[in-house]
Nanobody, 119 residues
């Protein structure tokens, strides 16, 4: 089984910073892409940022210039550096990894970590 363990969430004041980490483990040696999604109460889960194995990135417009996604490919770990946090960033953040399992593209999810930004 593939497991993703998230850490780094918590409570922070508006304007502050947090760094989320997500480490994948199990029968995995490489990945196609890793990403971060978030879901606020009563809202649909949305993409925050994604990064490919080659380093190409994409961000939601709402976080551009404030968040940075990065990876350690050897450890299959993805990070999300969040700066200038706003109350609107409050959500449960989920990491994901896209893998090929028996040649079938498969997405695995982390357990989620709460990020709360106070005003």
């Amino acid at each position: 089984q593939v497991q993703l363990v998230e850490s780094g969430g918590g409570l922070v004041q508006a304007g502050g910073s947090l760094r989320l980490s997500c480490a994948a483990s199990g029968s995995i040696s490489s990945f196609n892409a890793m990403g971060w999604y978030r879901q606020a109460p009563g809202k649909q889960r949305e993409l925050v940022a994604v990064i490919t194995r080659g380093g190409s990135t994409n961000y939601a417009d709402s976080v551009k210039g404030r968040f940075t996604i990065s990876t350690d490919n050897a450890k299959i770990t993805v990070y999300l550096q969040m700066n200038s946090l706003k109350p609107e960033d409050t959500a449960v953040y989920y990491c994901s990894v896209d893998l090929l399992i028996s040649l079938l593209p498969t997405r695995y999810w982390g357990q989620g970590t709460q990020v709360t930004v106070s005003s």
